[in-house]
């Protein structure tokens, strides 16, 4: 991924944990994150929310403070998770996308430099949030692929935490996984990297199929262009897929997608 470089001025940690339980984003924060945000300056916020209401009233009060206070904070989630997203203390689930416009809007404000980080099984999968035809929610992330023991998150990440706020070096932090041993247990993806290879790589030199774009796009286009008939409605479509410009259509996806200015 290259050398990470990027602006932050706080750490935000939500955690959602049955009282049962070890309360691991409690103690992530006052061990670590509280301590190292004070020695530089960074605000450091916590929230411990029990239910989906509390999680978005959080998330609400994040979103006010990069607003109205230019907060740029990394996000850090602490709660049970599974494929399809997390998990309260409660049992209520939020799904990937019912969070994704809260994170959009933050990374849209921190013109994508949102780093999220989530000890939650099967974090990994917030993926699901992107949509390349919106801006990115996030500039990227690190979270378990699947199930992971408590134990685990609880090294990873302190280890984690105390190296990234102690030299602001990503890089650094993110290789205290690898000697961990657990490296290999987490995704950490941006969404530069996904979009180039999953978009770019996988259309680049690949023909157009204008027949099954056609037929994928063709009950689209009454919504797009009600004024119009069904017969004008396939015309205009037909000529736009023959006019296509992929390579140009893909690079100005990619402008919008990780808010790229032209240079």
């Known amino acids: 991924m290259g050398t990470v470089l990027l602006k932050y001025n706080g750490v935000v940690v939500i955690q959602s944990l049955p009282d049962n339980e070890p309360q691991t984003g409690r103690d992530l ?65 939020i799904t990937w996308k019912n969070f994704q416009d809260h994170c959009r809007m933050i990374n849209v404000q921190m013109h994508n430099q949102l780093m999220i980080s989530l000890a939650a099984c099967c974090g990994c999968n917030i993926w699901e949030m992107i ?39 990503m890089d650094q932090a993110m290789s205290q996984l690898t000697v961990n041993g657990t490296r290999n247990q987490y995704f950490f993806l941006s969404c530069k990297a996904i979009f180039e290879r999953f978009i770019e790589q996988h259309f680049e030199n690949k023909p157009i199929d204008k027949k099954a774009t056609f037929h994928r796009l063709k009950n689209e286009t009454k919504q797009n262009l009600p004024w119009l ?27 919008t997608f990780l808010m790229l200015t032209d240079q």
């Not at 037909?238 to 100005?252: C, D, H, P, V, Y």
């Open 29 to 93: 924060f006052d061990s670590i994150i509280s301590r190292r945000c004070s020695l530089t300056g960074k605000g450091s916020y916590f929230y411990n929310s029990s239910t989906r209401q509390e999680f978005f009233n959080a998330l609400d009060e994040v979103c006010a403070n990069v607003v109205h206070d230019e907060l740029f904070p990394i996000i850090h989630f602490e709660m049970h998770g599974n494929p399809m997203g997390l998990v309260m203390k409660n049992g209520e689930k």
């Open 131 to 169: 949509d390349i035809k919106r801006p990115a929610p996030y500039w990227g992330y690190i979270g378990p692929r699947e199930e992971i023991l408590v134990s685990t998150l609880i090294e990873d990440f302190t280890d984690f935490y105390d190296l990234l706020l102690s030299t602001e070096n």
């Open 229 to 255: 008939n069904r017969s004008q409605r396939r015309k205009q479509l037909k000529t736009s897929i023959s006019n296509l410009n992929r390579a140009a259509f893909i690079a100005q996806l990619k402008r």
